[in-house]
């Protein structure tokens, strides 16, 4: 009765793997680890996005963005953040809260930061995204101060 026991466990742990495998194939599991920058929904390649800002993966980080469509605002503001990230070691991103999603596509996220050596740093942004044959990727990046949104809501 025992060893049975035993045989029963072995053969649920198996089936478990078999369903598994017929689930998701190791070849869709390779290769989503493998390019992470198949992103499943637009938030998913923003907070990527911001992640390998603060990794420090500044390549990584350009490969959420589509460049040609960016507006000269939108690369200015890329480039700030990472000459930000590159001067200043200790600055880590503390959190990625997303205020709202008119659509999929758009958002606005406020960004904070912190440092031992500075002040807390935050921002916010209207970001847009575009589904490529590549996944998900920002197409616009704008900056949004509190003088701006109030003359939206005006």
Request: with cysteine.
């Amino acid at each position: 009765m025992r060893h049975s026991r035993y045989l029963w466990f072995s053969v649920i742990i198996l089936g478990c793997m078999m369903v598994m495998m017929a689930w998701k194939t190791p070849q869709t599991v390779v290769s989503a680890i493998a390019q992470p920058q198949f992103a499943d929904s637009p938030r998913v390649a923003v907070q990527r996005f911001w992640d390998c800002l603060d990794k420090r993966q500044l390549e990584l980080a350009e490969q959420f963005l589509l460049s040609q469509d960016l507006s000269s605002f939108g690369k200015q503001e890329v480039e700030i953040w990472k000459e930000q990230v590159e001067k200043n070691p200790f600055l880590s991103l503390k959190k990625l809260e997303f205020l709202s999603s008119s659509s999929g596509q758009e958002m606005m996220i406020r960004v904070f930061w912190t440092s031992p050596l500075k002040e807390d740093l935050s921002a916010s942004y209207a970001i847009e995204t575009k589904a490529t044959s590549e996944g998900w990727k920002i197409s616009q990046i704008k900056k949004i101060t509190p003088q701006s949104m109030t003359a939206q809501s005006n």
